[in-house]
């Protein structure tokens, strides 16, 4: 349709297209579904034409990335000019406000436009949707958690972009946005993608205790969701290496191996002489209610503060909630370290305990004594909860008051005895921390 859509066209209107996506006419019949999306005014008369950003565009270089893209179409001989632009990929951050471009061209624009249907859903399977928001001339509904957050951007004849306020981590997909008439409909794909840091997770139980359903809630516990394959392998990218494999949120199992090894898919291969290269592990689509292991969680910016607070003496697992409590916080989950460590850059040489019950600490500057050379987050596993061996990271939501300003906190004054059992939490006094 491509090819003969080009023969009716003028020859500009060819080149157009052609330099802008792919420079050469034999690349065009492989744009597929967003080639017929071009041709469509041509193809089929007067009629309904969506233009789509991200998928006009085919997967940029390296000198593209980051840089806006324009496509021309031009439509027969009306003369009417489309001119649609779009980023490489649309990207925000939890709390952030992000819009989900959409355009579409209606030739029969004498006729008005409310007869138009807009439709917003999310792709949360290959042949499952949730519906997000719809609109139908002057009446818009948004459904589930994005009422109250999604609206259209209205910027002038043919936009249906998608505002989306206070983006979530469960809003991290793809998106379809569909335009309806009455007589024809075309669509358009959105993906929307989270600043943010992917890292492993397994609780107190062990490794590989975990089934599918079993990490998305971990994850979620954590203040996290599980990570996507591209995710994974963006983290890769960045250096995360991590030789226990994990659930995704595709249902694969994978593991991203910077420095091969042995224990991790890198033994040396004695014929050819060299090890096998680093990459991410893939295990494919696993049964997920029987097999077990780990998970890879995916958090994004957080909205408050963690800090490290260290009483005068250290506390058991148990007198962590009341050392954060009294400093207006709470003791902090694993994905909001990892989230100030990676966005906020947290660093503390000093081991903490979390929620979950595991000590960490964050390192952004490698230091002698402080778990190595490389930064990252360094885990001490899963103490006994009884022994009094460190501080506690919490985290305290914005606009949340701190009740002991200037480094007060509480504990127990006097006394003796802290090897010998428990003390009365009435019985506190303030302390300087």
Partial sequence: ??????????????????????????????????????CA???????LLCAWGLLLLAAPTEAQRGRKKVVHVLEGESGSVVVQTAPGQVVSHRGGTIVLPCRYHYE??????????????????????????VALGPQHRAFGSYRGRAELQGDGPGDASLVLRNVTLQDYGRYECEVTNELEDDTGMVKLDLEGVVFPYHP???????????AHRACAEQDGILASAE?????WRDGLDWCNAGWLRDGSVQYPVSQPREPCGGATNPGAGRGTPGGVRNYGYRHNAEERYDAFCFTSNLPGRVFFLKPLRPVPFAGAARACAARGASVAKVGQLFAAWKLQLLDRCTAGWLADGSARYPIVNPRARCGGRRPGVRSLGFPDTARRLFGVYCYRAPG?????PGGWGWGWAGGGGWAGGARDPAAWTPLRV
Wanted: glycine share 12%; hydrophobic share 45%.
């Fill in 1 to 38: 349709r491509l090819r003969d859509c080009a023969a009716r066209r003028p020859a500009q209107s060819v080149l157009d297209i052609q330099g802008v996506l792919s420079g050469s006419a034999g690349e065009l019949p492989r744009l597929g579904r967003a080639g017929r999306m071009v």
């Fill in 41 to 47: 005014g041509a193809a089929v008369g007067p009629g």
């Fill in 108 to 133: 029969a624009a004498a006729d008005g436009h409310d007869d138009i249907r807009l439709k917003w859903t999310k792709v949360v399977d290959p042949l499952a949707f949730v519906d997000v928001f």
């Fill in 204 to 214: 107190r139980g062990g490794r590989y205790k975990l089934t599918f359903a079993e």
């Fill in 231 to 235: 995710q994974l392998h963006a983290a």
């Fill in 400 to 404: 949340a008051p701190d009740p002991a």
